[in-house]
């Protein structure tokens, strides 16, 4: 797949027009009473020509109290998607599935971590397969528990990939509260080593998105989110100790929750005025190291931000009922409507990458429940 990354733009050059259709939108069979979506996407070069690629969607089902996710593959050999299968991922007594981020590996392997309600536990489960796993009898996840108590239902999930020692790191980054303090927290597990956990910072009350977390070049964690009072923030894990991060105010003028992108060089943000209702775009100058702010459009919630292989980036957003999508080309934006039939509640961005064009895939519900995909 060949790309032509573009020159560096950092001037706040905005304007937009609106798309006169939707885009092709599918609602997944079979899922009723979900509560807010996330969406994953991986894909894999096998060499040859041969590639596979996955999307999956994690999201609660709020009639049983169960976490649950619907996922497609298609393949070089396969290349159209296939139907979207449904699994459940814990079920219990308990309410599962609150504050849910999805991450996939290479190979499409899920790691979502979420909030258990029964004793304000986190918990990240892994797909395992084969009925082998241990979140129930039968159960093709397994699901640890890294936390007992006080854990709000927010969380973000992220993978990084050493290539010297072959081993995945699994990130995790939640929100603690007792008494009315806020605290962030950072877990991790490196390979098959233990969980362990680290403090970042004391806050007032905390927004965070569950795509929040993401990585720079050298697989260091920065995370942004709303902090009352403060506006957006950025923490970055600076080392070498795991409780080692810095802070900064991105803008004191942005309320969360706020969603991160990072690719290469290129660090975006993407939020909203909490005065206005206008969608807000923070992007890094390398050459300065601050954020240069702009707004995208005048209206806009429940955001979602990815980048695509051009370092472009694409946002979904809900305005006045319908899922909407902003992509910035040429310092350009221009914006899409992906679904304007009462849908846009928990929009999910990400880019399918193959074939060797970028499409953005925006998950959403839909008022009622269902969980619906629209394709660029």
């Not at 998607?81 to 590996?105: C, K, P, R, Y």
């Not at 005025?273 to 923070?282: E, I, K, V, Y």
């Not at 429940?302 to 999508?325: N, T, Y």
Request: hydrophobic share 40%; net charge negative; with cysteine.
């Amino acid at each position: 797949m060949q790309k032509i990354i573009p020159s560096l733009v950092f001037a706040t050059l905005t304007s937009s027009a609106s798309a006169a259709w939707a885009w092709p939108t599918a609602q997944i069979s079979g899922v009723t009473y979900a509560g807010p979506q996330v969406q994953g996407y991986a894909w894999k070069d096998q060499g040859g020509g041969a590639w596979t690629k996955w999307n999956s969607i994690a999201y609660r089902d709020s009639n049983v109290g169960d976490l649950k996710i619907a996922r497609r593959s298609a393949s070089s050999a396969s290349p159209t998607w296939s139907a979207w299968s449904l699994e459940t991922i814990d079920s219990a007594a308990n309410d599962v599935g609150n504050g849910a981020s999805i991450a996939l590996d290479a190979d499409g392997v899920e790691y979502v971590s979420y909030v258990d309600s029964t004793g304000e536990r986190l918990k990240v489960a892994r797909r395992v397969g084969g009925g082998a796993g241990t979140c129930f009898a039968g159960s093709n996840w397994d699901c640890d528990t890294l936390v007992f108590g006080d854990v709000t239902d927010q969380t973000a999930i992220g993978l990084t990939y050493d290539a010297a020692t072959l081993q995945y790191t699994v990130h995790v980054i939640f929100v603690k509260e007792a008494a009315g303090v806020y605290d962030l927290w950072y877990a991790r597990k490196i390979g098959t080593g233990s969980w362990t956990t680290a403090w970042i910072r004391e806050a007032n009350s905390i927004s965070l998105a569950p795509d929040a977390l993401a990585f720079t070049s050298g697989n260091l964690p920065r995370v942004a989110y709303g902090e009352s009072l403060e506006g957006i923030r950025l923490s970055a894990f600076v080392g070498p100790a795991q409780g080692n991060w810095t802070t900064s105010t991105i803008d004191a003028n942005g309320a969360g929750p706020a969603s991160l992108a990072i690719r290469s060089f290129v660090q975006n943000i993407a939020y909203r005025n909490p005065a206005t209702g206008a969608l807000r775009f923070a992007a890094l100058n390398i050459f300065s190291g601050s954020f240069v702010l702009s707004t995208v459009t005048s209206s806009a919630s429940r955001i979602s931000l990815a980048l695509d292989d051009d370092l472009d980036p694409h946002i979904s957003f809900q305005e006045g009922g319908a899922a909407k999508r902003a992509v910035r080309k040429s310092g350009t934006w221009t914006i899409d409507t992906a679904d304007a039939s009462a849908a846009g509640y928990g929009t999910s961005i990400k880019i399918d990458t193959q074939l060797a064009t970028d499409k953005a895939l925006v998950s959403h519900t839909d008022g009622f429940g269902h969980v619906k995909v629209s394709a660029e």
